[in-house]
């Protein structure tokens, strides 16, 4: 069960000498908590050997909502974010920065990591993350030049970029435009003290152009149905980039729900960019040539045995254009999840053929996840 802790308040005057007024307002104070264990190993002739590690994430939410003086609704928040070490700066993140405005079906937000986005493997619903297995190690200099990277393409959105949308309610599903003039995570300064430029023309990660994303989620009219479809596109990431592509992805899934059985698909194709990031020389190249373009297909299978214990089995098949040779990485996923009511528990095995598309270099993870939120 989750536990909130709830503020409600009246704020009478004007906040902050800006001569804003608040009606009553609820303020909820959340959280998360999740701790796993990870073991991986390749097969490849040259390679770095078997590992083993344990995983960390914990988040606090902070949301506030309530209605404005002309009666529409508003609804705002940020969280907090911290994964892996537990001393410094290091992958601690701000995460959810909004604020919405809602009148009837239709919701205008501006900030990041809010917006409905494709950032799922529907096929790996009873697993632990995406259908890549990322960071079975180096197999060679090949992966080492991939960094650990499996060829199946991730969601491709945009959503966790600094921007501004629009949601409006169709049916049962909801059909979004998102728009952010700069591909950047990093955060910008305050308005008032400098805001940075990032203009799409510096040779950093940190800068980019701008990008635009149209999505749509909802069940089509169909009971048990789960669809989606996003398209996203953009300006070029890396000006040194010698694919010289615009990001783009098209990313559509469909899973269906009878009884205690949903069978799902999706297939994601992705052009200059890997789940959000830009592919160039010094993060793309695999197999001695440049990943232009990743194409995944997976499909699943979960079974609800109780209403504490659900199955799943997955499978996809990813592949690349950066060479003639590169070979079709396959993926499949046995996982299992139990739920001991505020604690929950999540294992998987996957085996990969051909891990990031290189001959000869399979290889094989374990994952186990326990969580909870408050």
Same mark, same amino acid.
């Given at each position: 069960?989750?536990?909130? /802790?709830?503020?409600?308040?009246?704020?009478?005057?004007? +906040?902050?000498? +800006?001569?804003?007024?608040?009606?009553?307002?609820?303020?909820?104070? !959340?959280?998360?908590?999740?701790?796993?264990?990870?073991?991986?190993?390749?097969?490849?002739?040259?390679?770095?050997?078997?590992?083993?590690?344990?995983?960390?994430?914990?988040?606090?939410?902070? #949301?506030?909502?309530?209605?404005?003086?002309?009666?529409?609704?508003? #609804?705002?928040?940020?969280?907090?974010?911290?994964?892996?070490?537990?001393?410094?700066?290091?992958?601690?993140?701000?995460?959810?920065?909004?604020?919405?405005?809602?009148?009837? &079906?239709?919701?205008?937000?501006?900030?990041?990591?809010?917006?409905?986005?494709?950032?799922?493997?529907?096929? $790996?619903? !009873?697993?632990?993350?995406?259908?890549?297995? &990322?960071?079975?190690?180096?197999?060679?200099?090949?992966?080492?030049?991939?960094?650990?990277?499996?060829?199946?393409?991730?969601?491709?959105?945009?959503?966790?970029?600094?921007?501004?949308?629009?949601?409006?309610?169709?049916?049962?599903?909801?059909?979004?435009?998102?728009?952010?003039?700069?591909?950047?995570?990093?955060?910008?300064?305050?308005?008032?003290?400098?805001?940075?430029?990032?203009?799409?023309?510096?040779?950093?990660?940190?800068?980019?152009?701008?990008?635009? *994303?149209?999505?749509?989620?909802?069940?089509?009219?169909?009971?048990?149905?789960?669809? /989606?479809?996003?398209?996203?596109?953009?300006?070029?990431?890396?000006?040194?980039?010698?694919? &010289?592509?615009?990001?783009?992805?098209?990313?559509?899934? @469909?899973?269906?729900?009878?009884?205690?059985?949903?069978?799902?698909?999706?297939?994601?194709?992705?052009?200059?960019?890997?789940? %959000?990031?830009?592919?160039?020389?010094?993060? %793309?190249?695999?197999?001695?040539? +440049?990943? *232009?373009?990743?194409?995944?297909?997976?499909?699943?299978?979960?079974?609800?045995?109780?209403?504490? /214990?659900?199955? %799943?089995?997955?499978?996809?098949?990813?592949?690349?254009?950066? #060479?003639?040779?590169?070979?079709?990485?396959?993926?499949?996923?046995?996982?299992?999840?139990?739920?001991?009511?505020?604690?929950?528990?999540?294992?998987?095995?996957?085996?990969?053929?051909?891990?990031?598309? +290189?001959?000869? $270099?399979? %290889?094989?993870?374990?994952?186990? @996840?326990?969580?909870?939120?408050?």
């Amino acid at each position: 069960m989750t536990n909130k /802790l709830r503020l409600t308040t009246a704020i009478m005057g004007s +906040l902050a000498g +800006l001569g804003l007024s608040a009606a009553v307002a609820q303020t909820t104070v !959340s959280g998360n908590a999740s701790f796993g264990f990870f073991a991986g190993s390749t097969d490849a002739t040259t390679k770095d050997g078997s590992f083993s590690s344990m995983t960390k994430e914990t988040q606090i939410n902070l #949301a506030t909502k309530g209605k404005l003086n002309n009666g529409m609704n508003y #609804a705002a928040g940020f969280s907090l974010e911290f994964d892996g070490p537990d001393s410094g700066s290091t992958d601690m993140y701000a995460e959810g920065n909004y604020i919405e405005i809602n009148s009837g &079906d239709t919701t205008f937000m501006v900030g990041a990591d809010r917006m409905q986005n494709g950032d799922i493997h529907l096929s $790996n619903a !009873s697993g632990i993350g995406y259908i890549g297995q &990322d960071g079975l190690g180096a197999g060679g200099t090949a992966i080492t030049v991939v960094g650990g990277r499996s060829i199946f393409p991730l969601h491709g959105s945009i959503y966790q970029f600094m921007g501004t949308g629009i949601t409006q309610k169709v049916g049962n599903g909801n059909l979004s435009v998102y728009y952010v003039p700069a591909q950047a995570t990093s955060a910008l300064n305050d308005i008032a003290n400098g805001a940075q430029a990032v203009d799409g023309k510096h040779t950093s990660a940190t800068s980019s152009g701008s990008a635009y *994303e149209i999505g749509y989620r909802g069940d089509l009219g169909v009971k048990g149905l789960t669809a /989606l479809a996003f398209y996203t596109s953009g300006d070029k990431r890396f000006e040194f980039n010698p694919l &010289d592509k615009k990001p783009k992805t098209t990313n559509f899934g @469909l899973a269906y729900n009878v009884g205690a059985v949903t069978v799902s698909a999706q297939q994601i194709k992705t052009e200059g960019v890997q789940g %959000g990031y830009g592919i160039n020389a010094a993060s %793309g190249a695999t197999n001695g040539g +440049l990943a *232009e373009e990743l194409k995944g297909q997976s499909v699943g299978i979960a079974y609800a045995a109780s209403k504490d /214990l659900t199955l %799943g089995l997955a499978y996809g098949k990813a592949d690349s254009n950066a #060479a003639a040779s590169i070979n079709d990485e396959k993926t499949v996923i046995a996982s299992i999840g139990y739920s001991l009511g505020a604690v929950g528990i999540k294992a998987q095995y996957a085996d990969v053929d051909s891990y990031a598309g +290189l001959n000869n $270099n399979d %290889g094989k993870s374990a994952k186990i @996840l326990m969580f909870t939120s408050f």
